[in-house]
C-alpha cells in the first residue's frame, strides 16, 4: 500500500509561485510514474503534470506548459511541483497521484492506483 501526501499550497497573488510537494511511504517510488491533477470547484478533474520513474520523462497538459515544473526526488520518495507565473484559473485543489507500470495514459485519472488528499492553491489579488 502506498500513501502519498501532498503539500505547499495556499493562497499567492496573480504571478506568484509555488511548490508543491508530494511525499509517497510504501513502494518502490522509483519505479512509480507520477502524476498532478487538478479540480475547481464545478469543474472536471484536469490532468497537470507526470514523470516517469524509469526515464524520468516529463509530460505536461498546455495550459501549464511553461510555467509549471515536475520533478522528483527518489531519495526522499518525493515529486515536486514547481507553479510560476500562476494565474486565477490556476486555483483548484491539487492531487498527486501514482501508479506503478508504463506511463501509458498518463493524461487519465484512472489510470492512478494512489492518490493524495490534495492541497488547495488559490490564485487572487
Known amino acids: 500500500q502506498v500513501q502519498l501526501v501532498e503539500s505547499g499550497g495556499g493562497l499567492v497573488r496573480p504571478g506568484g509561485s509555488l511548490r508543491l510537494s508530494c511525499t509517497a511511504s510504501g513502494g518502490t517510488f522509483s519505479s512509480y510514474v507520477m502524476g498532478w491533477f487538478r479540480q475547481a470547484p464545478g469543474k472536471e478533474q484536469e490532468f497537470v503534470a507526470a514523470?516517469?520513474?524509469?526515464?524520468?520523462?516529463?509530460y505536461y497538459a498546455d495550459s501549464v506548459k511553461g510555467r509549471f515544473t515536475i520533478s522528483r526526488d527518489n531519495a526522499k520518495h518525493t515529486v515536486y511541483l514547481q507553479l510560476n507565473s500562476l494565474q486565477p484559473e490556476d486555483t483548484a485543489a491539487y492531487f498527486c497521484?501514482?501508479?506503478?507500470?508504463?506511463?501509458?495514459?498518463?493524461?487519465?485519472?484512472?489510470?492512478?492506483?494512489?492518490w493524495g488528499q490534495g492541497t488547495q492553491v488559490t490564485v487572487s489579488s
Open positions: 497521484a501514482a501508479r506503478y507500470g508504463t506511463v501509458r495514459g498518463y493524461r487519465r485519472g484512472d489510470i492512478y492506483t494512489y
Open positions: 514523470m516517469n520513474g524509469i526515464d524520468s520523462g516529463t
